[in-house]
């Protein structure tokens, strides 16, 4: 009996479209930040790996907030302007209590390393650079720490130029085929088509064998760039209308 299956871990859904996520690579955890297309509010939600949520629909009143990171316990916000990507606001949220730590709006975010957020002034030119403590809110001007980035190991298909191997011959897809090296095995993801609608299907292989294939997701009026992204085991899909999350370990 093979042993090798793709198996669904979890599936979550949305109020709104999602506009952005952050992987917590170090925590096993995804952040997300989804907005209501009348209101232009934001939500975010973090979530495990394996979808339980430690923050759910969390709500803030500017439509300017968007996400920045996620950090264990801590969602980091900022806010972005009208004409540039970024302006003054920083906000941290501890995400088991859903309380903010701290809002800081004259603060302009820089950099995020592991623990510490760079960030210049608003009304102070801009060679002067602040560190604040993610957990604390404490500022201050000097730092001894060599500052780290967090962790990070997302991993992507990438597009498949080469002959298809025997086991694939029959599967009748649309425009690519993505591969991707998965421990000793393969990942194969392609579009089907049935109708007038799409499929987006995920098959797992050996060099020699074809193991298991999955229909992940169905009915969708266009085809997706990019199919999905990993980390660690696990494999993320995010649907077409962008308001669902899905997990597939092997």
């Known amino acids: 009996m093979n042993k090798y299956t793709i198996n669904k871990a979890f599936e979550r859904i949305f109020p709104y479209p999602i506009w952005k996520i952050e992987v917590d690579c170090a925590h096993a955890q995804i952040a ?11 939500i975010f939600s973090v979530l495990s790996f394996e979808g339980n949520y430690t923050l759910e629909n969390y709500e803030v009143d500017s439509k300017e907030w968007t996400l920045e990171d996620v950090q264990g316990d801590f969602l980091i916000l900022k806010r972005y302007g009208d004409y540039s990507p970024v302006q003054a606001g920083i906000q941290v949220i501890h995400t088991p209590s859903s309380t903010s730590i701290f809002t800081y709006m004259e603060y302009v975010i820089k950099e995020v390393y592991k623990d510490v957020i760079i960030a ?7 060679g002067l650079v602040f560190y604040i403590d993610i957990k604390t809110g404490e500022i201050s001007n000097q730092n001894t720490e060599i500052q780290e980035f967090p962790f990070r190991n997302i991993q992507y298909p990438i597009p498949y130029q080469g002959n298809l191997p025997s086991f694939l ?16 095995l393969f990942l194969w993801s392609y579009h089907s088509q049935t109708s007038n609608k799409y499929n987006l299907n995920l098959s797992l292989s050996s060099k020699n064998e074809l193991y298991d294939s999955k229909v992940v997701i169905n009915d969708m009026d266009k085809l997706i760039p990019q199919p999905y992204f990993t980390v660690k085991e696990h494999i993320f899909f995010l649907s077409s209308n962008k308001m669902k999350i899905s997990s597939y370990l092997v």
């Open 120 to 126: 210049h002034h608003r009304s102070i030119p801009a």
């Open 32 to 42: 997300i930040e989804s907005r209501n297309p009348q209101t232009t509010l934001p």
């Open 169 to 184: 011959n029959e599967i009748s897809y649309i425009d690519q085929i993505w591969l991707q090296p998965y421990h000793d």
